[in-house]
């Protein structure tokens, strides 16, 4: 497994000139926007207290524990889109409480804890991070694998990766910040 990046800050994806050459390939403009949202999970949950993680505080809410678990199982599944299996993190969990469709319940022992979560987060999409700069426009630029609405609305490979990257990992990081706010916890930022 590669060298996790820091996720303490933003910082422009290539900071080498021989890394990404201008124009500025599409792997290192969709690593800038992974950081952020990297970067923005984590101010989200830091100052939720470990033990509320799997709080349902309001009927029909994701608690964080689900929201960051489904988060973390999409990495792998950018590394395989990018041909990447190699790269794939090692889960300290099963996709089973996480994967789409599945219900988010009340802690009933199914749930890791938020140490665990948040690292396996932080250290899938911090691969994906470090490995999209050197993904080459060819790939991106191949047919979604993906089937039915996801093919239809994110026909290449690039157009994916782009989602599952920003918008899903931003939607979901959203529906934590509501959660806080249900919860009393007021904004993070």
């Not at 319940?105 to 991070?129: H, I």
């Amino acid at each position: 497994m590669s060298t996790t990046p820091s996720t303490t800050s933003s910082p422009s994806c290539c900071q080498s000139k021989t890394a990404c050459a201008e124009p500025r390939q599409l792997g290192c403009v969709i690593a800038d926007t992974l950081k952020v949202t990297i970067f923005y999970g984590n101010e989200i949950v830091k100052s939720i207290p470990a033990d509320r993680f799997c709080e349902i505080p309001v009927k029909e809410i994701n608690h964080p524990a689900f929201c960051i678990g489904h988060l973390a199982i999409y990495a792998n599944r950018v590394l395989e889109l990018v041909g990447r299996d190699d790269l794939k993190y090692a889960m300290p969990f099963s996709d089973e409480h996480f994967k789409m469709g599945a219900p988010c319940l009340a802690q009933d022992g199914r749930y890791p804890s938020k140490e665990v979560l948040v690292a396996t987060f932080n250290g899938a999409w911090g691969v994906v991070a470090s490995v999209l700069p050197e993904i080459n426009e060819a790939t991106l630029a191949r047919a979604n694998p993906m089937e039915g609405r996801m093919r239809e609305r994110f026909p290449t490979v690039g157009s994916v990766v782009n989602f599952l990257c920003g918008a899903h990992n931003m939607m979901h990081i959203g529906q934590v910040s509501s959660w806080r706010r249900v919860a009393g916890l007021g904004s993070a930022m």
